[in-house]
């Protein structure tokens, strides 16, 4: 453990070097020639992992001035997110709002307002947090990252980005480009619910799903959990049982099956028995909530 | 009737810390000025062999050892009378007893290379014991003393069994009164360390002025205090230390001592020959610098059949941490909050305060009553219940009100009440709350299930009375008319953020009939105040409040008399003051003579033109009452019983501060008080880890205090203020500041169970606890 007379958060206490790259080009050519260098956005989790020393890289790029990685485009096909789109500008966006209100929700329910005007989706995503909010939603919408370097880029499926806490499968050179989000123009109804200790907390459960009805038949079912495993996670085996089920069979059988793809642990903000018990309860609500809305208000997505 | 009271004013510093230009602590710039840091423990019990200072000070830094400070035992709260205080603090130490206690300091041009050279100190550390972090394993045998001896006033005590301080009091016939109880609750309670995450963390600045006297800027809530206890460790005389008063950003208790940081930044300002600033960063001032007291509580009471109460006994262990920040004047206080707040027949009190090696715990809001009141709102809902009497019918009762005796501070300040609004508010609060409607929680079902509970309880008003007794309690102030008639108010009284000083104004401006926009309330030092002993125990309005208007009194007789010889009145008393609107100022007059009239302007002026010399007035006033200021929560929760997670509904407030001389900043106090009282009854909580570090380690992403959010909106949230009058109160003013949080833990538990049926006797209930009770799991 980091002895407490390392740590000042009146300052950064250790140095490295900044650049303020003027384009994606440039920020990916500094990644390949320094050793060491990390890419820094909103800096919500960067600064403090910096402050306490959890992070000590040589350079700092900051990415989050280039116009570039800052958009979000409608296409046919998918809703396109530029890694340095702030959560309010998430939040806020039509498109978003539009054909994305799962992510809308997640983003209106993400820290305080200070936070949001900050934070990146790139950041929150590239941070790999196990409660990182805009993961649940992307995971439901079956979200592709495009990473980019200097050598290209390749496209990864979000649920393969995350390879534990803090982890991610983003290598030497890297840079998370942007977020591609697949719209199948299917009816869907959807929702995110977040259970924290305040208002402006990290979750201590949160889960996103999306569901579309065949009269009251489960045609397509998607729940992603935050919090409640080393990464944010997909249940997939229970989508796939539930599928073609009544709903109120589905949301029976939910839960419990939810229960297994999951382990929750102990820490500050809660226990692993209460995640455990409280993921059920939220899946049930959020499918019911889901539920309501692909009557009442359901999208394309 | 009042002019000015009980109206609405712009705040004196409402508009620069709006705009952000309001000089803290932390703002304060002096040229030279070197930034310090403390280095911490990081073993919760230890013994420090050598310190290299080599390496920090080649690099330019001044360090601050042990040996370079006094060797003097002190307690850094000064509120008790010598006697009755218990000393065990050094400024640096070498056996650290608390992870995050000083053993060496630092000083450097810059806050990094400052940071730089606090990592270049090397400490060498010859023994590292297993902390004790429970004060039952504290008080077992064969437990290691934390510490072997420790001073009461002048004297040498030794401690046992980790016992820092003691106290023991009945009164009347406990057996006899047990044996006529038809019913007897006896419940054993616990409230956790919580921090008190005031807005700005502590700080100091200071400065050897060219003539050698000493100036300190700090985050205090008492300046004089302050220069008292620089003055007792380094042996400075007090009017050679000048300690500024400056805006603080909160304190709720954790400023009534003068924290360790302002000791630490005087010893390297004092070697370095140097002005230093050293303030605490938010991780220093909550992970290693304050909490609250933790409280193990056992209450044993009891009543007739026919509701009457009979009999209290109260246990209290109190775990204080490494060091006494005085919990011997809180176990008085604390029994003294348990006497006041029902009529015991007979009562039995054992309350001792143990040594942990934790953070040492002082004052939070409320000094105990919320603690003590939560315990016992708890056991007399209980006690109703069982004897199938309405709470608030019972309450009414069994409560002491106008004519019992009150103890204000501890058994030592007592003073008759004379204004009581319970009855009011009681009846007032229950009818918008929907009372009677509120149901049995048996009856109660489904997932959401809501519940209403009361909580009443009060807080004193300043620790006076009519024998001097063990707390020390005065204020003073100083009112002096300038040559155009405007007004300065000089006082040492710190206002915490709520508004204490407006409220001041405000009294002298009704005294006066000047409008409060020509009174300026300047920032001032020790060295131009007069004494005035901590912004405390909802003291600031009843004690602070009376002596500016008695200065202003004094200064009103003096203009009286002056304007008699310019307007040929027989003498002062034929003479009138009234407030102008035209003028926007005092106009003194004689009745029924329209041309004899004059304003205080022209007073002020000619005085000074015709050399009759200047109108001002220096009082010190002790306030002989303590008196009580009610109040009354009801509040409505709604538990979701799948999730534990509880939400505040509906919120009334009532409170008895008799006159309410700023009825939007009371408002607001009452808002405050829930806000935090709501976070002690659902969320706060400082763990410890096995080896004495605290859990909450990454600070406030770590651990969480209800944001507006959380809490009722305003359409939701009704406050009551009762019609009384306190005779010895400042135009029948009474306190606020504590009494708006001290029954809110009561209302809030006696709420959630009414909605789910359950009581908890350990606070917080959180979520977790909730579903805990409910399902078994959590």
């Not at chain 2, 803290?24 to 990081?42: A, C, H, N, Q, W």
């Not at chain 2, 006494?324 to 309350?351: C, D, E, N």
């Not at chain 2, 034929?574 to 005092?586: F, G, I, N, P, Q």
């Amino acid at each position: 453990m980091l002895s407490i007379n390392l740590i000042n958060t009146y300052r950064i206490p250790q140095t490295f070097e900044y650049y303020r790259p003027r384009s994606l080009r440039e920020a990916l050519e500094l990644l390949n020639a320094i050793e060491n260098a990390k890419v820094i956005a909103g800096g919500t989790d960067l600064v403090v992992d910096l402050k306490y020393r959890r992070v000590t890289p040589r350079a700092l790029v900051d990415v989050s001035g280039l116009s570039e990685l800052k958009f979000v485009k409608a296409g046919d096909s998918y809703v396109e997110i530029g890694s340095a789109t702030t959560i309010q500008e998430l939040a806020e966006n039509g498109a978003v709002r539009r054909y994305l209100p799962l992510l809308a929700e997640a983003a209106e329910l993400f820290g305080s307002w200070q936070i949001r005007n900050l934070a990146t989706i790139g950041g929150n995503l590239c941070n790999a947090s196990p409660a990182a909010d805009t993961a649940p939603p992307l995971l439901a919408h079956d979200a592709e990252l495009e990473l980019a370097s200097l050598s290209g880029s390749r496209v990864v499926p979000l649920a393969k980005f995350f390879a534990g806490p803090k982890k991610t499968v983003l290598e030497r050179g890297e840079i998370l480009r942007s977020v591609r989000v697949p719209v199948h123009r299917r009816r869907a109804g959807w929702s995110f619910i977040k259970v924290a200790r305040t208002s402006f907390d990290l979750a201590k459960v949160s889960v996103a799903v999306l569901l579309s009805l065949d009269g009251n038949t489960v045609a397509d079912v998607r729940i992603a959990l935050g919090s409640v495993a080393p990464t944010p996670v997909r249940a997939r085996t229970a989508e796939k049982h539930i599928t073609g089920a009544s709903f109120e069979e589905a949301v029976a059988l939910a839960p419990e099956l939810v229960a297994r793809e999951i382990a929750p642990i102990d820490d500050v903000r809660s226990t692993a028995r209460y995640r455990l018990e409280v993921a059920k309860t939220v899946v049930r609500d959020a499918m019911r909530r889901a539920y309501e809305r692909f009557f009442r208000v359901g999208v394309e997505v | 009737m009042y002019d000015f009271i009980g109206k609405r004013f712009p705040r004196h510093d409402g508009f620069i810390k709006a705009a952000g230009l309001a000089e803290f602590t932390f703002d304060v710039e002096v040229p030279g000025m070197l930034y310090g840091r403390i280095f911490k423990s990081p073993y919760a019990f230890a013994k420090v062999g050598r310190i290299d200072t080599s390496l920090a000070e080649s690099m330019g830094a001044v360090v601050l050892t042990p040996d370079d400070v006094p060797d003097v035992l002190f307690n850094p709260r000064l509120v008790s009378i010598e006697e009755d205080t218990f000393k065990d603090w050094r400024v640096l130490t070498k056996t650290p007893r608390y992870v995050g206690e000083p053993i060496a300091a630092v000083a450097a041009p810059t806050e990094d290379s400052a940071q730089r050279a606090l990592e270049a100190l090397r400490v060498e550390f010859e023994e590292v014991y297993e902390p004790i972090l429970d004060p039952f394993e504290a008080t077992s045998p064969g437990a290691r003393q934390i510490h072997a001896r420790i001073m009461r006033g002048r004297r040498w005590v030794e401690v046992r069994s980790n016992v820092g301080a003691e106290l023991r009091y009945s009164e009347g016939d406990l057996e006899a009164e047990e044996r006529r109880s038809s019913v007897i609750v006896d419940r054993r309670f616990h409230v956790p360390r919580r921090y008190h995450a005031q807005l700005e963390p502590k700080g100091a600045v200071c400065k050897i002025e060219p003539d050698g006297t000493l100036t300190a800027w700090t985050t205090t809530q008492t300046i004089h205090n302050t220069k008292i206890m620089i003055s007792q460790v380094y042996g400075i005389p007090m009017n050679r230390i000048d300690v500024r008063k400056v805006p603080i950003g909160g304190g709720f208790g954790s400023g009534i001592h003068t924290n360790l940081v302002t000791l630490i930044a005087v010893g390297l300002c004092l070697k370095a020959g140097r002005p230093v600033k050293l303030v605490l960063t938010r991780e220093d001032d909550m992970v290693h610098d304050h909490v609250s007291f933790e409280f193990y509580m056992r209450i044993r009471a009891g009543a007739t059949r026919e509701g009457e109460i009979t009999f209290g006994e109260m246990e209290n262990t109190v775990d204080m941490g490494a060091h006494q920040v005085q919990a011997y004047p809180l176990l008085g206080a604390s029994l003294g909050w348990f006497v006041s707040l029902y009529k015991w027949r007979a009562l039995r009190y054992y309350g001792r305060a143990v040594y942990t090696n934790k953070v040492p715990s002082c004052a939070i809001r409320g000094y105990g009553a919320p603690e003590v009141t939560w315990a016992v709102e708890t056991v007399v809902d209980e006690m109703a219940e069982e004897l199938k009497m309405d709470p608030v019918e019972f309450r009414l009762k069994n409560y002491r009100g106008r004519g019992e005796i009150f103890w204000g501070q501890g058994p030592t300040v007592r003073s008759v009440i004379r204004s009581d609004g319970v009855p009011e508010l009681m009846a007032k609060c229950s009818e918008l709350i929907e009372w009677k409607k509120r149901g049995d929680p048996k009856s109660k079902t489904g997932r959401f299930r809501r519940g209403i509970g009361v909580g009443r309880g009060f807080h004193t008003s300043g620790a006076g009375g009519p024998l001097s007794g063990a707390v020390i309690d005065y204020s003073g102030a100083i009112v002096k008319l300038n040559e155009d008639g405007t007004v300065d108010y000089i006082t040492a009284l710190q206002d915490h953020g709520g508004g204490t000083l407006d409220a001041h104004a405000k009294i002298i401006a009704e005294e006066l009939k000047v409008p409060p926009s020509r009174i300026r309330i300047v920032w001032s030092g020790t060295a131009t105040t007069v004494y005035d002993v901590c912004t405390h125990a909802s003291r600031g309005v009843f004690v602070g409040g009376e002596a500016a208007r008695r200065a202003a009194a004094e200064v009103r007789r003096k203009i009286l008399e002056y304007a008699a010889r310019m307007l040929d009145a027989v003498n002062p008393e034929a003479l009138r003051v009234t407030y102008d609107k035209e003028l926007d100022d005092a106009v003194i007059f004689v009745e029924g003579a329209p041309e004899k009239r004059i304003s205080l302007g022209e007073v002020a002026r000619i005085a000074w033109q015709r050399n009759w010399g200047s109108i001002s007035a220096s009082v010190s006033y002790r306030a002989t009452v303590a008196p009580p200021s009610f109040t009354v929560y009801f509040v409505e929760v709604e538990v979701d019983t799948e999730t534990g997670v509880v939400r505040p509904i509906r919120v009334v407030a009532g409170a008895d501060v008799g006159t309410v001389i700023s009825p939007e900043l009371a408002a607001g106090q009452l808002h405050g008080g829930f806000a935090i009282g709501w976070s002690w009854a659902t969320g706060d909580e400082v763990v410890y880890l096995r080896d004495g570090t605290p859990a909450h380690r990454l600070s406030m992403t770590d651990y969480k205090i209800p944001t507006v959010l959380d809490l009722p909106d305003d359409e939701n949230f009704t406050v009551v203020f009762a019609s009384t009058h306190e005779p010895f109160g400042p135009f029948g003013a009474k306190g606020l500041g504590e009494s708006a949080s001290n029954p809110v833990v009561a209302a809030v538990a006696n709420a959630i169970y009414n909605a789910i049926g359950v009581r908890f006797y350990e606070i917080p209930i959180t979520p977790e606890r909730i579903l805990r009770a409910l399902k078994g799991g959590g």
